[in-house]
């Protein structure tokens, strides 16, 4: 299941800056995506602890961390700011392009992006956004599964992503990209909700 459309028109982040602030949502080829409901603390707990650790990992260095809620606008060419159709928000992004960065947030594909799976999420997350990602040339992209314990990595490779490593969210799990950081898994395992049977 896909997530609500706000209606069926088409829209830029020129009108997005205009909606109010109470209702968020994610822009992708104009249409308007209603971001589900604040996520559970599971979600939270994941990741905050993926952007913890590698705001460490990265203490001095020129890559940045960020964590949702932030705006990534994914222009297709030169368009201005206004003219930009597609505006999402990541759970976590990793940018070493410090040109990308500005007071509205990322202009431009991060090099990593992670999203947390939420039943209400996961469709729209491994479907429409890994598409996004991939267009967008995102290096490295995260799926991450608290419930099932596990985490689906995507490197783009010839402007694609090919075939998913999937991996047990257990011991440590290096960026493919940045493989000085490192997520260790262990400790945010064991403070998450028992599994769902």
């Not at 205009?18 to 990741?47: F, K, S």
């Not at 003219?83 to 070493?96: E, F, G, N, S, W």
């Not at 090099?111 to 947390?116: G, I, K, Q, S």
């Amino acid at each position: 299941m896909g997530l609500p459309l706000r209606d069926h028109a088409r829209h830029t982040y020129g009108e997005y800056l205009r909606w109010p602030e109470d209702v968020r949502y994610e822009l992708i080829d104009g249409e308007a995506y209603l971001v589900a409901p604040a996520p559970g603390t599971d979600h939270q707990d994941v990741a905050g602890e993926i952007y913890r650790q590698c705001a460490n990992a990265l203490e001095g260095a020129r890559c940045r961390v960020f964590v949702s809620p932030i705006d990534v606008r994914l222009p297709h060419g030169e368009e201005g700011d206004d003219a930009i159709d597609t505006v999402v928000q990541p759970d976590v992004v990793l940018v070493c392009d410090p040109s990308k960065i500005d007071r509205r947030g990322i202009r431009g594909a991060p090099d990593w992006v992670v999203e947390v799976l939420s039943p209400g999420t996961a469709a729209h997350d491994q479907i429409v956004k890994r598409r996004l990602y991939e267009r967008a040339g995102v290096r490295e992209y995260w799926l991450v599964h608290p419930g099932d314990r596990v985490v689906t990595l995507y490197v783009l490779a010839d402007g694609r992503y090919g075939a998913p490593e999937i991996v047990e969210m257990k011991d440590r799990t290096a960026l493919t990209i940045v493989p000085e950081i490192e997520i260790a898994w262990d400790a945010l395992v064991a403070r998450l909700s028992p599994p769902e049977i």
